[in-house]
Nanobody, 117 residues
Framework: QVQLVESGGGLVQAGGSLRLSCAASGSIFNINVMGWYRQAPGKQRELVASVTSGGSRNYADSVKGRFTISMGNTKNTLFLQMNSLKPEDTAVYYC???????????WGKGTLVTVSS
């Protein structure tokens, strides 16, 4: 089993920055995909950014050029640097771990990001 704990959410003004962190513990394997998702009120959960253990990164079009996803050197820590935040970025942000080996996905409890205008 894997436990994911997010941190770094909060309230910021438009144009500001936040850095989210996700710490994973448990049965972590080297071959994996980790990502950040978000869910705004009344909307479906959407992929924000993902990174593989091989270093391949993907971003939603809405955050390209503003957000950067990265992994710690242990490969079980995930970061999301968010710059030039917009009110439409307001959502609960979730960390996700996917094991390629077991085809299992694990989610954190989420951290709330609120961007005021």
């Amino acid at each position: 089993q894997v436990q994911l704990v997010e941190s770094g959410g909060g309230l910021v003004q438009a144009g500001g920055s936040l850095r989210l962190s996700c710490a994973a513990s448990g049965s972590i394997f080297n071959i994996n995909v980790m990502g950040w998702y978000r869910q705004a009120p009344g909307k479906q959960r959407e992929l924000v950014a993902s990174v593989t253990s091989g270093g391949s990164r993907n971003y939603a079009d809405s955050v390209k050029g503003r957000f950067t996803i990265s992994m710690g050197n242990t490969k079980n820590t995930l970061f999301l640097q968010m710059n030039s935040l917009k009110p439409e970025d307001t959502a609960v942000y979730y960390c996700k771990y996917s094991s390629t080996l077991t085809v299992m996905a694990y989610w954190g409890k989420g951290t709330l990001v609120t961007v005021s205008s």
